[in-house]
């Protein structure tokens, strides 16, 4: 017995393939026995009731038990807590998600400070740099160069087509990892799992997507266990129309609205395909708009501590690339907004150092267009210590992936300026954070506020305990997504971002504050996604692009009842008539 078959040709579609007609025999069918516990959508496992178990012929196919959805969780996570290798307990999750995919959600949302840093970052990371020795089960869809001219058909491969959110990635720039190829594949299912467990967005509207364009990474082409194309990567024109073509099938095949997030494309791609895709389709890119939308945020909360507003405030910025110059264009933006600025005065207040030194006018013409904005007049200055002495930052930021570049010197001249220096190290993973928390405070004599991009644990400074901060774009982008789906947003608006920014802000409490803890506990963080898509879907309201009309009278309300919940459906079962 595998499945009960309603309705036989309920839809064909005739392909020609060389001389022959292929046809292909669309059925809807009624999952039950074996298939039943196989579809990760519908399988319940041992929490299958006995009724459940005999309608849907599952009698002798599962031992008698009859488990509650909590004991189910609580077996997970018991198994989970004996495996001693994070790899090994990203392997057990992700299977999950492909055997009982209400389970998955529910003991991620229920373990969500202890499962985060496995199913997204720092873990995630490594995942994808083995991921393909771990790999076993296809997640989502891979379109590599050789179904140029087809992709539209490998998007109708994939069994749901009520997509409303895409996270693509081409794997040239994985977190701080570099090209892993056809190997990023784990950063959007990753990010589309933080989407449903902590956006609320449903698991069947969303899918994760590879563009494999090939990979400059020699050790994997060198491999013989890579899964990707081996090819150098394609550039150029090649790049440009590839890309294009998936654009287009996207809004094909899904629609106008269709979501798309680009997620860890190289920087010479990543703001280009940005800037042009926002004219035409609903994107973002979390690692630009998102980054600076959690460091915004950050920054805002840590006012009370410094005093001042955000105008009073100078921002240095060490790595210059898709977070950091991010993250500089929407504190311009916020100034800009906050009426005291023109928003070119407002990035006058924000520097930023590259490999080359500080970013200055001299420097112009050999630089990418989009640090433009942020180069100054100035004499050239190449030590970051020189650099800190000269511009006299309140906010340092590193988004550089050079681990402990923020070293004792650095700290000190941060402090001679500044009596409460804010100091994010965003680099990813630990060992690439530009300096410990620890460090923080121990060099600046507990002077800082310390933020980061990875977990740090607490760090006691004579006789008082600061909580690190952790300034995860969890906290953003899964709330911008649910806010654009539930509003029926027909284009990302960056004042979406700077929304979301204030609102996550709005959620730090006093008591978070007087530990330095710049965000809130992650145990919270559904509700925080829940405002700030309510947030999200307000500014799409405002701007004229919500489609979903008539704009709903308690928008938070309405997010909240939206909100995907893993609970298990069917508690009661209707007796079948078959
Ligand atoms: P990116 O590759 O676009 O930029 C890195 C920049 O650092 C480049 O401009 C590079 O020239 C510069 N750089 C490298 N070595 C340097 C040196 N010795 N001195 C000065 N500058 C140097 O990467 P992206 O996306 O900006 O990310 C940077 C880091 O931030 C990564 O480790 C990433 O994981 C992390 N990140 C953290 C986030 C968070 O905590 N919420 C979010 C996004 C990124």
Redesign the pocket.
């Known amino acids: 017995m595998g499945s009960i078959e309603t309705a036989k040709d309920g839809g064909s579609t005739v392909d020609t393939f060389g001389e022959a007609e292929l046809i292909t025999p669309w059925t809807h069918s009624v999952a039950c026995g074996m298939e039943l516990l196989r579809n990760p959508r519908f399988n319940k496992g041992l929490a299958f009731t006995e009724e459940e178990r005999r309608v849907h012929f599952l009698n002798g196919l599962l031992p008698p038990a009859v488990e509650t959805q909590e004991l189910q969780v609580k077996r997970i996570m018991r198994n989970i807590r004996k495996l001693k290798e994070p790899l090994d307990k990203y392997s057990a999750i992700m299977d999950l998600q492909v055997r009982n995919e209400r389970l998955f959600y529910k003991v991620l949302l229920d373990n969500v400070e202890e499962l985060l840093p496995i199913v997204y970052t720092p873990i995630e990371g490594d995942a994808c740099e083995d991921y393909s020795e771990i790999f076993h089960n296809p997640n989502g869809v891979f379109i590599s160069l050789k179904e140029k001219g087809r992709i539209i058909d490998c998007l109708k491969n994939f069994p749901n087509q009520n997509i409303q959110a895409i996270v693509v990635t081409d794997g040239e ?1 994985i ?2 990892l570099g090209d892993l190829g056809c190997q990023g594949m784990g950063i959007p299912v990753g990010k589309l799992a933080l989407y449903t467990a902590l956006g609320g967005v449903r698991p069947s509207v969303t899918l994760p997507i590879t563009l494999d364009v090939g990979t400059n990474n020699q050790k994997l082409l060198d491999d013989e266990f890579y899964i990707g194309l081996r090819q150098k990567r394609a550039t150029g024109k090649e790049y440009d129309d590839f890309v294009e073509e998936f654009m287009d099938a996207v809004k094909q095949a899904y629609g106008e609205k269709i979501l798309v997030q680009f997620e860890d494309f190289a ?1 010479h791609n990543a703001f280009r395909l940005l800037a042009k895709y926002t004219k035409t389709h609903v994107v973002f890119n979390d ?1 630009i708009q998102g ?1 600076a939308a ?1 460091t915004l945020a950050g920054i805002l909360a840590a006012l009370p501590i410094t005093g001042g507003t955000l105008a009073d405030h100078n921002f240095l910025f ?7 110059t991010g993250i500089a264009e929407l504190i311009a933006q916020e100034l800009a907004k906050q009426g005291k600025l023109s928003l070119d005065d407002a990035r006058k207040k924000t520097w930023l ?3 080359h030194g500080l970013v200055t006018k001299s420097r112009k013409e050999d630089m990418m267009e989009y640090k433009h904005p942020f180069a100054h007049e100035h004499e050239p200055v190449s030590d970051l210590v020189a650099a800190i002495k000269k511009v006299k930052p309140s906010v340092i930021v590193g ?4 681990g402990g ?1 923020f070293t004792k010197e650095v700290l000190e001249a941060l402090c001679e300026n500044h009596e409460t220096p804010i100091v994010f190290a ?3 993973p630990v060992r ?1 954070a530009e300096c410990t928390a620890e460090d923080c405070y121990k060099y600046t004599k507990g002077k800082a506020i310390f933020a980061s ?1 990875s977990p740090f644990p607490p760090v006691k400074y004579e006789g008082k305990e600061y909580v690190n901060g952790e ?3 969890c906290y953003i982008f899964p709330g911008v997504a649910f806010g654009c789906l539930i509003s029926g947003a027909t284009r990302c608006h960056d004042e979406m971002f700077l929304r979301a920014a204030e609102t996550l802000a709005s959620t730090v409490t006093k008591e978070d504050l007087a530990r330095k803890q710049l965000y809130p506990a992650l145990p919270q963080i559904r509700d925080i996604s829940a405002k700030v898509a309510a947030a999200v879907a307000e500014v799409a309201y405002e701007k004229g692009v919500a489609s979903n009309l008539p704009k709903p009278a308690d928008m938070l309300q309405h997010v909240k009842a939206s909100m995907y919940s893993p609970l298990y459906r069917w508690q009661k079962t209707k007796k079948l008539s078959h």
């Open positions: 720039r977190l701080g920087n690692d980054t959690v060490f790595g210059a690339g898709e977070a950091g150092f590259d490999t988004t550089s992936t050079v570049a965003l680099s990813n690439k991009g300034a995860n774009n």
